[in-house]
């Protein structure tokens, strides 16, 4: 038994510990709440501060972006990073009801625990919380700012919108913050995470949407520039380059961008449908034109109804691949050939066009090339390469087979045509590189000529790869351009007085085979030359309207061309796959000069990666106060042997005259949301020239004036155009007359990746000037060799690479 008195002291020794610890517990939650409005204050401080500098963030954005490309419409504007609360705006504000749209993670949290209007809180929170988080409140600019950019942007992006600059606003940035102040006004028991920074949950979620932790540290990690760079030592496939190139290359192509959460989502064009849907409206609206001549295709592509298309039995892994498949054979099969110009009332028209040469099924025709009759596919070479490119062209080529036996041979072209165009070694002189990224020696040749064979037996390409088997770059060997894009002006026939070739034997050898030395063509596209050049099909354009100066009537779309067709699908991959490696390259800081750049990602419409070849092109007037132009003192790399391949087809064809072969290239690659502003190709470069569009077919806007309307928006002014003209995918579009030198143009917000290759001839002085420059590089440095060159080892890579020991007149970055 237990004595009561004992029992009793030991209660009450029990209630004193209660009460003692009740006071320590009451004790540290008076002193959490007083930490806890002290830091609402502060939060509501930083909150109220961070949304001043928004709005003045906001509007002098749209202010610069204004002012430069008003100062500058040729050049990109370079405005600096954009905060991510800006594409945040850009990315959740356009075209979306504020309530479907997917709450800003830190919204997310601060709507989930604020109280609910009209339901009572659990607990009244203490005073000075409830003012703090009340006041918190008037600093979150959040449903009429919002919907302010909802109406901004739910015209179509292409429809004017004046000034739209001007009622340009920051978005809620309401951020965890505020989310903390709210949940401890509401939440009982609420306690904020001891290392909780919610500016670095904002960041961390903001930075790269979509990718997972280790994603986003690989793309936010800056690149040294030090390592080899993807595919130097030895040249990988296709996917063994996307898993080395990392960094943003991984944020691009990798990872799953949902799209409304991409930052590079800035100005998705409202109302949009998903951009595949979206394509199959993009064709143009048509009204009857008289045909015209056209060059190029003089024998339409007869014989080939639009049913005798080949199935593109498409297994190949790459999404980009199988969707440059889906976006343009099938599509040629399902539209009709455009017959002629409307006028949309309202908003950019679709431009007019007329078309000539054969069927509209000149995409998919144009790749002809499958095997033989009766070829059957060769044992050993099948099933080598494991590629997105030879998924490509197993699909294609076993498409291109079941066609062929279900009608029981080949169409009469493709088996008729015998005469195959032939080329002296000449026409390609800078075949000294392999090409890159993709070694004809793994591409299964399943059925070729002789020539095919041979070209894609990966044993030229070695001798080629000889160290010194290549010629000077400025006539003290090669003559014009031998080592690739610095050659002189090209007279009509110049072509074929070339002397010296980096080849061995020097033997004669068809266009077919150059192509296919270069990259550019496939070793199993057996179709001749002639046959791929009268499946080229031409659109010239028309819109009518008065002059804005002179008041009178002009097409403004005068001389411009489209030519579809210029690249089948597998050629497409080709030139897209050796694009991805050269921006590898440059990510990696294995690019001369200027020949890379990648504006901050942060900024909406600014993030295309260019690529400058055979002459650097300042955008603007640059830090030491040079103008825009043509800058010869600044070496960018040459232009690669596949590049070279393609302007030779061009002029072959007749796509572009043969004096205007070009001898510059700039390599846009537009992420989704990137645009080009309005702007007139530089005087400094002749015409006609070209631009050639791969990965996702968009739209380019014309128009006798053209102004930034907002962050990325373009308007035109004084009631005139703009048209837009969509640009197909292999399609090259011309640009000359009215329409390339006194129109502007500009390419709007893309929805899609797209990648652009625009071919431009200097005009003759600036072509001297680069050669002078080259030649003086050369006296002093050695033969200037591409990076296709230099790829080949290591060890042939030197720090003049990346410009740090040039001297004398020659300026390298
Ligand atoms: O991307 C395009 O199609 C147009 C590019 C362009 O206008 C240019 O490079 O000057
Ligand atoms: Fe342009």
């Known amino acids: 038994m237990s004595n009561p008195g004992v029992l009793r002291q030991q209660l009450q020794h029990v209630q004193l510990m209660l009460k003692g610890t009740t006071q320590r517990m009451e004790a540290e939650e008076a002193s959490f709440r007083l930490m806890l409005d002290q830091h609402q204050h502060r939060v509501h ?107 901004h942007h739910s015209q179509p992006a292409t429809s004017p919108q004046p000034a739209a600059a001007a009622a340009f606003s920051p978005p809620a940035r309401s951020g965890a913050a505020s989310a903390l102040a709210g949940a401890a006004a509401g939440a009982p028991g609420f306690a904020p995470p001891p290392d909780f920074d919610p500016g670095q949950q904002d960041r961390a979620q903001q930075a790269l949407p979509g990718l997972g932790p280790s994603q986003q540290d690989h793309a936010l990690r800056p690149s040294t520039g030090r390592a080899a760079p993807p595919g130097f030592a030895q040249q990988p496939g296709f996917r063994e380059q996307q898993q080395q190139q990392g960094a943003a290359h991984a944020a691009a192509e990798v990872a799953p961008k949902p799209a409304d959460t991409s930052p590079l989502a800035a100005f998705p064009v409202p109302g949009q449908q998903h951009p595949r849907q979206q394509q199959a409206s993009l064709q143009p609206p048509v009204m009857p034109l008289p045909e015209q001549p056209c060059a190029v295709a003089a024998a339409p592509a007869e014989g080939r109804a639009a049913s005798d298309q080949p199935e593109w039995d498409v297994h190949a892994s790459s999404c980009l691949l199988s969707d440059m498949l889906q976006s343009s054979a099938p599509r040629a099969e399902t539209q009709p050939p455009p017959q002629g110009h409307q006028r949309q009332p309202n908003g950019p028209r679709q431009s007019s066009l007329s078309s000539s040469g054969g069927s509209e099924a000149a995409d998919a025709a144009a790749a002809e090339g499958g095997p033989g009759p009766g070829s059957q596919p060769r044992g050993k070479e099948k099933g080598r390469g494991s590629g997105a490119y030879e998924d490509l062209l197993r699909g294609y080529v076993g498409g291109k087979r079941a066609q062929q036996s279900r009608q029981g041979g080949l169409p009469a072209e493709e088996g008729q045509e015998t005469a195959m165009a032939v080329c002296g070694p000449q026409d390609f002189p800078s075949l000294g590189g392999a090409s890159i990224g993709h070694s004809s020696s793994t591409t299964p040749a399943i059925t070729a000529p002789a020539w095919a064979n041979k070209w894609a037996s990966g044993n030229l390409k070695a001798k ?28 009509p026939g110049e072509h074929h007085q ?9 033997a004669k050898r068809s266009v077919e085979e150059a192509e296919v030395e270069a990259g550019l063509r496939v070793p199993v596209d057996v179709t001749p030359d002639a046959a791929r050049r009268r499946q080229v099909q031409k659109q010239v354009f028309e819109q009518v309207e008065v002059q804005l100066k002179q008041r009178r009537k002009v097409n403004v779309l005068e001389g411009l061309e489209l030519h579809r067709g210029v690249l089948t699908p597998a050629e497409q991959a080709r030139v897209v796959e050796a694009v991805e490696h050269w921006v590898a390259l440059g990510r990696s800081g294995h690019l001369r000069g200027r020949t890379f750049s990648a504006p901050k990602k942060w900024l909406p419409g600014k993030g295309r990666v260019t690529m400058q070849m055979g002459c650097c092109y300042n955008y603007a007037t640059d830090s030491e106060g040079r103008p825009p132009g043509i800058l010869s003192s600044e070496l960018v790399e040459p232009m690669p042997p596949l590049l070279q391949a393609l302007c030779r087809r061009l002029t072959r064809w007749g796509v572009l005259p043969a004096a205007k072969e070009p001898n510059s290239a700039i390599v846009n690659v537009y992420e989704e949301g990137d645009c080009i502003p309005p702007h007139v190709d530089s005087r400094d470069f002749t015409r006609p020239f070209c631009t050639l569009s791969l990965v996702s077919e968009e739209s380019i806007m014309f128009a006798q004036k053209l102004v930034p309307a907002g962050p990325g928006k373009f308007e035109a002014r004084d009631g005139c155009g703009p048209a837009l003209i969509p ?33 431009r001839r200097m005009g003759h002085e600036h072509g001297e000037a680069v050669r002078r420059e080259v030649q003086a590089y050369e006296q002093r440095y050695g033969r200037l060799r591409g990076f296709w060159e230099e790829e080949r080892g290591v060890a042939a890579y030197n720090g003049r690479r990346r410009g740090s020991n040039s001297g004398g007149a020659i300026t390298i970055k």
């Not at 601060?110 to 009209?118: N, R, S, W, Y």
């Not at 070339?498 to 020097?506: E, F, K, N």
């Not at 129109?743 to 652009?756: E, K």
């Open 727 to 759: 640009l197909p995918l292999g399609s090259c579009l011309v640009l000359k007359g009215y329409g390339g030198d006194q129109a502007m143009h500009c390419v709007p917000p893309v929805r899609s990746r797209r990648i652009s290759i625009t071919l």
């Open 45 to 151: 401080c930083l909150s109220a501060e961070i949304n001043n500098l928004q709005r003045q963030e906001a509007q002098l954005f749209a202010a610069v972006v204004s002012a430069q490309s008003a100062a500058d419409p040729d050049s990109p504007a370079q405005v600096g990073a954009m905060s991510p609360h800006l594409q945040h705006t850009q990315q959740h504000a356009p075209g979306i009801p504020a309530q479907q749209q997917q709450p800003h993670p830190a919204t997310a949290v601060q709507q989930q625990a604020q109280p609910q209007p009209g339901l009572p809180s659990a607990q009244p929170a203490p005073s000075s919380s409830l003012s703090h988080a009340a006041a918190a409140k008037e600093f979150v600019p959040r449903p009429v700012q919002l919907h302010e950019q909802q109406a």
């Open 464 to 491: 080629l790869s000889a160290p010194g088997s290549g010629g000077s770059s400025t006539g003290t060997g090669g003559g014009d351009g031998s080592s690739g894009g610095w050659g002189a002006a090209a007279q």
């Open 498 to 506: 070339q002397a010296s070739i980096d080849l061995p034997g020097s």
